[in-house]
């Protein structure tokens, strides 16, 4: 496997259902990251790891709660879900470093999973 | 706070065209801006990056070039093909002290008609 990989492609859960999403990269990235987009909006940045720490959580509710186990893994745990909260989740990874320094910051995606909630 | 635009928001062109796609930034404090490539239901695809220092970038068909100055970012598709219908989208990388989000634009959507 290359790239950003995420696992499952489509998932259909109710509203008391917990699942989790699966990302995994094989870049060698120090960054990891889990955006959310919806119809007829621009990608959201919803949670951001760097060195697998938590940098920023951009004021996403706790029913969305993230994990970083290691450099290369990420999960998104869905709890408690609404309606609303369908959409299409992409992970993305890239390599941070100081912005006077060399690496590009490039982002790249994965496929996303298509969630719908009922 | 950064706020990427597009525009238009959808676009429809013969087979052959030439064609721009615009985005502009309102904060030039940028460290790059990447432009995407996204088919319906499915991931993007990184098709261009532009650091901060550079005003143009090449791949292929497609050509990107920036202007920091007036917060400006355009994506040409040369001889543009079916194939090249999908939403494109741009996004910057704003320079920020810790967390460096990417900022992206809503898109706009290109149709290449046969």
């Known amino acids: 496997e290359t790239g950003v990989t995420q696992t499952p492609r489509h998932l259909v859960m109710g509203m008391t259902n917990k699942k989790s999403l699966k990302c995994e990269q094989h870049l060698g990235h120090n960054a990891m990251y889990w955006y959310k987009q919806s119809a007829k909006k621009p990608l959201e940045l919803m949670f951001v790891y760097n060195f697998k720490e938590q940098t920023e959580n951009n004021s996403v509710p706790s029913r969305f709660s993230p994990e970083c186990p290691n450099s290369s893994h990420l999960f998104l745990h869905l709890h408690t879900l609404q309606p609303e909260d369908s959409a299409l989740y992409l992970c993305a990874s890239s390599q941070r470093g100081s912005t006077s320094g060399r690496t590009s910051n490039e982002q790249f995606f994965g496929p996303g999973t298509r969630l719908t909630v009922l | 706070k950064q706020e990427v635009t597009q525009i238009p928001a959808a676009l429809s062109v013969p087979e052959g065209e030439n064609l721009v796609l615009n985005c502009s930034f309102t904060?030039?404090?940028?460290?790059?801006l990447q432009w995407f490539r996204q088919d319906p239901g499915k991931g993007l695809t990184s098709l261009l990056l532009?650091?901060?220092?550079?005003r143009e970038q090449t791949s292929g068909r497609l050509n990107a070039s920036l202007d920091k100055s007036s917060g400006r970012s355009t994506l040409y598709i040369a001889a543009s093909q079916p194939g090249d219908s999908a939403t494109y989208l741009c996004a910057a990388l704003t320079l920020n002290s810790g967390n460096t989000p990417l900022v992206f634009g809503k898109g706009t959507r290109l149709s290449v008609i046969a």
């Open positions: 904060d030039s404090a940028i460290y790059n």
């Open positions: 532009i650091q901060s220092s550079q």
